[in-house]
């Protein structure tokens, strides 16, 4: 491991951690083993500050993508769960979600391939903030990553909890902050079943 590269990491944890920082989540199933967290607008805003200095995740499964949108300020899209098309979840009219079991070995490969190394800030997003975010982090901890954050609010953020519009995600979240997005994908960045 190169000093500078270790000093690179420092000095960009240094310079981002503190300023703008989400609260930590209330919910203990939100929470990170890092205790680093931003919501959409901050990790939109560190990622244009801090460029290809940070890798910036979407951890949701792609098909997911597909229907709820993305935003090319991403790097890369590495799910963290994905859906199985076999299987039927018995708790919910939905199919099963497995884990990844490549997660950690795609994240290590893009952060090589960006000319990162562990030390390297990371940021990870889902749908929510902590479904698959926070899962998504904790997963990564004690395998020599330094500084993994999550976005709080997700992509499509939370539910209103009351109106005609109850139970719909309009409550903060990337798509609702008026930060970029579209439903046409970068197949350059989205995950292919051919990837493991």
């Known amino acids: 491991m190169k000093t500078s590269s270790l000093l ?5 944890f240094i310079a981002f951690s503190g300023v703008h920082a989400a609260p930590e989540p209330a919910n203990p199933a939100k929470q990170t083993q890092w205790k680093l ?5 901050e990790a939109y805003e560190m990622k ?4 290809d200095k940070v890798l910036f995740v ?8 597909m229907f709820t949108g993305y935003t090319d300020a991403v790097d890369i899209n590495i799910p963290y769960k994905l859906a199985n098309r076999d299987e ?16 950690e070995q795609q994240i290590a490969a893009a952060l090589e391939e960006r000319g990162m190394d ?3 800030p990371i940021i990870l997003m889902c749908r929510s903030g902590g479904t698959r975010g926070a899962p998504s982090a904790n997963s990564l901890w004690g395998k020599g ?3 993994v954050y999550v976005v709080t609010d997700g992509f499509e ?5 009351t109106g005609a519009q109850k139970n719909w995600r309009l409550k903060n979240g990337w798509k609702n902050s008026g930060l970029p997005w579209s439903y046409k994908l970068n197949k350059e960045k989205i995950h292919l079943p051919s990837e493991g």
């Open 48 to 51: 244009q500050k801090l460029g």
């Open 8 to 12: 690179t990491g420092a000095f960009l």
């Open 118 to 120: 562990k030390n390297s």
């Open 58 to 65: 979407d951890v949701r499964d792609p098909i997911e993508i």
């Open 157 to 161: 953020g939370g539910k209103i909890k």
């Open 145 to 147: 990553y330094k500084q």
């Open 37 to 41: 967290y931003v919501d959409a607008t």
């Open 88 to 103: 039927w979840n018995p708790k919910k009219p939905v199919f099963k979600m497995e884990t990844n079991p490549m997660f």
